[in-house]
């Protein structure tokens, strides 16, 4: 049973890029979450899909986007790159469908992304 | 707003010796409560969590969490600390009624098991 894998593993963009990051999601789960974890902190929510929609965003900028496909699949975007930027990108899967809250967050190894 | 404080940078331990990784938080409402584990160049895996019931919660490796309410902690615990148990350990909220899916996670713990 594969976990949740995530595509590329390390990504170099110089500021002003456009970065896309991808993420196949446990078998079977529904949901997708995505974080970021700078150098030396936690993780920090950015948003949620689920059914194909924005379900919830947490405090970054619109420069962030993203996207579910109808395999449960998702999409980071980053648009207009900063140095701040940087950071290990985690992406969380999530039967939501089934447990409602009480679901169980599974996470895959990260996307590094340095922006130079 | 939901917070988590870790309030250990580092914790050190002997191997064999019980260790004790602390956490509080802040939530208005209930709280789910969560622990994981990152160990180098790898993402988050998941020990243990705290629904509802019980305050002692059993999970992964030997783990073990306590829920307080009155303190609003759930430190994470282990009898017999291992070598292998040296990671970079965190705590997550959520809260109960919460329409979405968020974690809110604290700024984490690093674990040294010295030999």
């Known amino acids: 049973d594969a976990g949740v894998t995530q595509s590329p593993t390390h990504l170099i963009k110089t500021r002003g890029q456009q970065v896309t990051l991808r993420c196949s999601p446990k078998?079977?789960?529904?949901?997708v979450s995505w974080y970021q974890q700078a150098l030396g902190q936690g993780p920090q929510f950015i948003f949620q899909?689920?059914?194909?929609?924005?379900?919830q965003r947490g405090n970054f900028p619109d420069r962030f986007s993203g996207h579910q496909f109808p395999n449960y699949s998702s999409e980071l975007n980053v648009n207009a790159l900063l140095l701040g930027d940087s950071a290990l990108y985690l992406c969380?899967?999530?039967?939501?469908?089934?447990?409602?809250?009480?679901?169980?967050?599974?996470f895959g190894a990260g996307t590094r992304l340095s922006v130079l | 707003a939901q917070s988590v404080a870790q309030p250990e940078d580092q914790v050190n331990v002997a191997e064999g010796n019980p260790l004790t990784v602390k956490c509080t938080y802040s939530?208005?409402?209930?709280?789910?409560l969560f622990w994981y584990v990152q160990y180098p160049n790898r993402g988050l895996q998941f020990l243990l969590k705290?629904?509802?019931?019980?305050?002692l919660v059993k999970g992964s490796y030997g783990f073990e969490a306590e829920f307080n309410k009155s303190q609003t902690s759930f430190h994470l615990k282990k009898p017999s600390a291992l070598v292998s148990d040296s990671a970079l350990y965190f705590c997550?909220?959520?809260?109960?009624?919460?329409?979405?899916?968020?974690?809110?996670f604290g700024g984490g713990t690093r674990l040294m098991v010295k030999p």
């Open positions: 078998s079977g789960h529904d949901t």
């Open positions: 969380a899967s999530s039967l939501v469908r089934l447990a409602g809250t009480k679901n169980i967050q599974y």
């Open positions: 899909y689920y059914e194909e929609e924005e379900r």
């Open positions: 997550a909220v959520r809260v109960r009624n919460n329409a979405g899916n968020m974690l809110t």
């Open positions: 705290y629904i509802t019931g019980d305050n």
């Open positions: 939530v208005s409402g209930n709280p789910y």
